[in-house]
Nanobody, 124 residues
Framework: QVQLVESGGGLVQAGGSLRLSCTASGRTFSRYGMGWFRQAPGKEREFVAAISTSGGARYYADSVKGRFTISRDNAKNTLYLQMNSLKPDDTAVYYC?????????????????WGQGTQVTISS
């Protein structure tokens, strides 16, 4: 089992940047494909980005492509999401998730473990 804790959320103005972190403990972090998802009030949870175990494969939702970058540091057991050019529509609770398969997936049902989420609020 792996435990995930997100951090780095906050309130920023449109056009600003934030970097989210997700620190893992428990079983070997490097064995898990990782993803970021988000959920805005009244909306379903949606895929943001995913990364393979080695970091060699990355996949983004169209809505964040070119603005967000997912990365990982397996030596530090940490996943990152660098978010630039933020928009009010990016406001949501952001969750990291771990997939025990070595795949890059956009489907929440395929992830085994989830963090508690961190709030990101973008003001216009």
């Amino acid at each position: 089992q792996v435990q995930l804790v997100e951090s780095g959320g906050g309130l920023v103005q449109a056009g600003g940047s934030l970097r989210l972190s997700c620190t893992a403990s428990g079983r070997t972090f490097s064995r898990y494909g990782m993803g970021w998802f988000r959920q805005a009030p009244g909306k379903e949870r949606e895929f943001v980005a995913a990364i393979s175990t080695s970091g060699g494969a990355r996949y983004y939702a169209d809505s964040v492509k070119g603005r967000f970058t997912i990365s990982r540091d397996n030596a530090k057991n940490t996943l990152y999401l660098q978010m630039n050019s933020l928009k009010p529509d990016d406001t949501a609770v952001y969750y990291c998730a771990a997939d025990s398969r070595d795949e890059v997936s956009r489907y929440a049902a395929e992830y085994d473990y989830w963090g508690q989420g961190t709030q990101v609020t973008i003001s216009s």
